[in-house]
Structures are given as structure tokens and as C-alpha cells.
């Protein structure tokens, strides 16, 4: 059940607040191209997002989120 809320919760709660976090990121840089396509393909960071925590925790817990005993 929590690997089920981890793999549905948090992709939507990266694109949902990712256009707001790129935004603020991308604050200090002039306005043109490259800021434009950074704000528009923020709601794809979910994807980088979802792999690097099934990367840390397959590294930090292959047993599982929750081991059974």
C-alpha cells in the first residue's frame, strides 16, 4: 500500500507543483528561449522525479518499503 501511494501520490504532486518550482528557478535568467522551454517542459520532471526514487529506494531498501517479518 505505501509503494502504491508513492507511485501515484508523488508523480501528481510533482506535476502539479513542478511549473511552480521551475518558475522560481528559473527566476534569475533573462526572458527568451531557454526560460520559456524550461516553464513549458516542467510537468515532465515527474518522470525524472518517479525514476530517481525508485532508484533510491531500490538502492537504500531492496527489501522493501515496509519488509515483511
Known amino acids: ?3 502504491w501511494i508513492l507511485l501515484v501520490w508523488l508523480p501528481l504532486m510533482v506535476e ?5 518550482a521551475m518558475g ?4 534569475p535568467l533573462p526572458d527568451g528561449v531557454l526560460k520559456a522551454n524550461l516553464i513549458e ?3 515532465h520532471l515527474r518522470l525524472i522525479t518517479l525514476g ?3 532508484l533510491l ?5 531492496p527489501k ?4 515483511q517479518k
Open 52 to 54: 530517481a526514487v525508485l
Open 16 to 20: 502539479n507543483s513542478g511549473p511552480v
Open 64 to 67: 522493501g518499503l515496509l519488509p
Open 57 to 61: 529506494v531500490q538502492r537504500f531498501s
Open 41 to 43: 517542459t516542467a510537468p
Open 24 to 27: 522560481y528557478v528559473t527566476m
Open 1 to 3: 500500500m505505501l509503494g
